[in-house]
């Protein structure tokens, strides 16, 4: 069964940086596109910043220049490296992946639980 693990969150002061996490484990056979959404109270989920396959990324235009998307492939992990953090980055911060295991014909979308960036002014 595929997994997603986020790690990492946690309190931050405005103007400072944390490193988010997301491993996927499980019989994976390949994925398509691994990043991160957050959402905040009383608004929609958003996306941050995600990377295909190919190296491809996008990102928010709220976060661009603040935030960094990287995978380590072999580990089927994807990180997010924020600076500068503001006070309205805070949110609950899921990882999301849509990937092909052993277990699906065709890619599937799989979400993490999600982890908790608070940034305080």
């Known amino acids: 069964q595929v997994q997603l693990v986020e790690s990492g969150g946690g309190l931050v002061q405005a103007g400072g940086s944390l490193r988010l996490s997301c491993a996927a484990s499980?019989?994976?056979?390949?994925?398509?596109?691994m990043g991160w959404y957050r959402q905040a109270p009383g608004k929609q989920r958003e996306l941050v910043a995600v990377?295909?396959?190919?190296?491809?990324?996008t990102i928010a235009d709220s976060v661009k220049g603040r935030v960094t998307i990287s995978r380590d492939n072999p580990k089927n992990t994807v990180y997010l490296q924020m600076n500068s953090l503001k006070p309205e980055d805070t949110a609950v911060y899921y990882c999301k992946a849509i990937l092909r295991s052993i277990t699906t014909a065709y890619p599937r979308e799989y979400w993490g639980q999600g982890t908790q960036v608070t940034v305080s002014s």
């Open positions: 499980g019989s994976i056979l390949s994925i398509n596109v």
């Open positions: 990377m295909f396959s190919g190296g491809d990324t």
